[in-house]
C-alpha cells in the first residue's frame, strides 16, 4: 500500500499527463481521419441502440478508420410498431418439436415484439418458429401466465468456475462472459472450460492485468516501452485466438497510463472490438474525480477511434456525479464515439480490502466509515481493528456507498445495460450481485418501482450485450432474440414473483420466480430444479476474416471492379457507385451513408482490396432514397455493399465463369 501522499501525486498527474498526450496524439490523428466509433452491434434493423450504424469509408470528408457508429442517446426501437411474427407453413405446424414453449408472453427486444399467447417451437438447439398456432412437441411446456424471454447474457462477469454458473443458471443467465477480467492465455483458458463441459456459454476479454503481471510490476508502476510492445503483440495474438476484447481495471493498477493503454486502444480499433474499463476514479473528492475518469476514457476513444465500454458507472465514475457523468458519455455519443456502460442493480459496492480502492483516505472518498463496510457471506460489520485484520486477509467487503437515485438514473440511460460484477466462488465471500442481479432488475426496478419498462429491462439484460460484442463473435448475433432461427437459450419467469433473494450474508441464495431456463435448447432449470447433468455451453467467440486473394471481377458499365468475398457472398466498392450516378453523403455521427440517383457519373479510382486485410463487420450502413438500409463491410479505410443490394435494387446480375455483369433491368 502506498501513503496519502503518494496516491495524490498519482490521482494529480493522471489527468495532466493524459491531457497533454491527447494533444500531441491529436495532432498527428487529425491529419489522417476523424476518429469516431460505431454501434452496439452489426446487426438489428430495429435496435433499443439508436444511431448504431457507421460511416468510415472511401470519403475524404468522413473517418478514414473504417470505424462504426455511436451507442445510442435515445432507444430508436421504441418509435418503431411492434414487429409481425412470420406466418408459419403447413409443413411446420405439421411437425413435431422437441421442445414447445406453449401460451406464454413472448418479448423480443430486436423487433419490440411483446405479446401474450404466443407459442415458442425449438428443434436441434435452435428456435424454429414463433407463432400463435398451436404446435406439437415431445415437451410441452405451459407457459400460460408466463414471461418468454432470451436468455440473460452476463458480459461483466469472471470465469465460470463451477460453483458460481448454477447460480447464474438460476438468475436466468445463460451466457457468461468475463469482460471484467478475463485471460492473457486464451489458448489454454477456453479449451479449460470446454473440457468442464460448462453447462453456459462461456467467453472472456484479454485481461491486461493478467498480462502485464508477467513484469512483476507493482500496481503503481508503470511498464516500459518494450514491454508495452510486447503486451501489445500477446493481445493480437489473443485476439486471434479468440477473446472478444481487451479490458483494463485502473482503479486497481494505477501505475498503467496513456502510454500503456493506447496502443492497445489502437489495436482493439483494428480489430473492431470493444475495450471494457473499470475507470480510474470512483468519487468527486479531488485530486481525481468521476469527471477526469470519464474524461480520460472518452479522450481515449476519440484519440484511438475503439469502442469503450465503461463497468459497473453506478459504482466506478458515476457515484455522486451521475446526472453530470450520464450526460458527458451523452454528448460522446452524440459526438460519433461508440460508448456503452453497465451497472448492476445494487446500492452498494464490493470488493477486496487490499486492492487499491482502499488505500488512505477511503473513508472521504466514498464518504463512509468502518460500519459501513460488511465482510461479504457474514452479518459482521467492520471497526479499525477489525478492517485491518481482513484487509491482511484480502476478504471482500461490501460498502454500502452508492446513493439510490444513482442507481436509478443509470438505469434510465439508454446505453446502459446489465452486467452482474460478480460471479459465486467456493466460501461465498462474495456480493450477492453474483447470484441475484437479473432477477433484481426485474422485480425491482421495473415491477416494484417502475423505473424502466419490462422490455427495455429484457434489451438491457440480453440484446444489449449481444450487441455490444457481436460485430465480431457470429455467435452473438443468434444470441438475446427469441425469433425464428435464433439459438434457443430462453428464459421463463413469472413476472409477479421474480425476486432476488441472496443478500450479503447469504450470496448463494438463488432467486425466485424464474421458471425455466434452457441453453442450446435443453432444459437446464425447471420445476424439478437445476439439472446439473445439461452441460451444453459452448464458447463464444472472436472470429476475424481476411481478404485471402484477389475476387471475381465485376464488370458494371464502364467500369471493372474486383470483388471482395466474404461469407460466400460478393462486394463491391462503395466508391462504384459513383460511376453510375449516384452520390453518396455520410454522416460521421449517426455512421449512415445517404445515397442519392441523377448525379453525374464520376469514374472515382476503386482499388482493389488488399489481400490479407482484415474484413470487418463495423455496422456502417447504406441508407437509400426509399429509407431501405443495407449493412456494409469494411476494408482498411474502404466499405463494401453487398452486389445483392444492387440486385435488389433493380440491377440485373449475369455470371460467366469469375466475371460478373451488372446491367440495367
Known sequence: MTNSRGNSRNRTIYPILIALSMLVIAGGIWAASSLFTGGSGSGPSVSPLAGSEGTAGNDPAKPADGSSGPAASKPAAAEE???????????????????????????????????????????????????????????????????????????????????????????????????????????????????????????????????RNQFKLSRYDTAKPEQTQKLVDQAEKALNDGVLGISFSLEYVPGVNDKEILPLMKLAQKYNVPVYFHARYSDMEEPGTNIDA??????????????????????????????????????????????????????????????????EGWQERFRISYEDLQIAGTEERLTKETFRKYQKEGKLAVAYAIPKQDVIDSLKAPYVMIGSDAILEPGFNNHPRASGTFARTVGLYVREQQVISLSDAIAKMSLLPAQRLEKQAPALQKKGRIAKGMDADIVVFDYDTISDRSTVAKPELISAGIEYVLVNGQVALDEEGLHKDIRVGQPIKSEFVRVKSKGPTLLWGESKLTLLEYRGSNYVDLDALEGQGYSVQWNKAERTAAVSSGAASRQAAVPDPAVGELILERGHRLVWEDGSRTELLSVGERNYVPVSALKDRGWKLTQEGQTFKLTTA
Open 294 to 359: 470519464l474524461n480520460e476514457l472518452i479522450g481515449y476513444a476519440r484519440a484511438s477511434g475503439a469502442a469503450v465500454h465503461i463497468d459497473h458507472i453506478n459504482s466506478t465514475g458515476g457515484t455522486f456525479s451521475m446526472q453530470q457523468s450520464l450526460q458527458m458519455v451523452e454528448d460522446a455519443i452524440a459526438e460519433g464515439l461508440d460508448i456503452t456502460a453497465c451497472i448492476y442493480p445494487y446500492d452498494y459496492w464490493g470488493t477486496y480490502l487490499n486492492s487499491a480502492r482502499f488505500d
Open 81 to 211: 410498431p411492434e414487429a409481425e411474427i412470420e406466418a408459419p407453413t403447413s409443413s411446420e405446424l405439421e411437425q413435431t418439436y422437441d421442445i414447445v414453449i406453449a401460451g406464454g408472453r413472448v418479448i423480443n427486444p430486436e423487433t419490440r415484439l411483446d405479446r401474450e399467447g404466443l407459442n415458442v417451437a425449438v428443434q436441434d438447439g435452435k428456435i424454429a418458429l414463433v407463432t400463435d398456432r398451436k404446435l406439437k412437441g415431445k415437451r410441452v411446456i405451459d407457459a400460460t401466465g408466463l414471461i418468454v424471454a432470451p436468455g440473460f447474457i452476463d458480459n461483466l462477469s469472471y470465469d465460470p468456475n463451477p460453483v458460481g454458473v448454477w447460480n447464474k443458471i438460476a438468475d436466468g443467465v445463460t451466457a457468461n462472459i468475463a469482460m471484467h477480467g478475463g485471460t492473457a492465455s486464451p489458448e489454454k483458458w477456453y479449451p479449460y472450460y470446454e473440457r468442464n463441459r460448462t453447462p453456459l456459454h462461456f467467453g472472456a476479454s484479454f485481461f491486461y492485468t493478467q498480462a
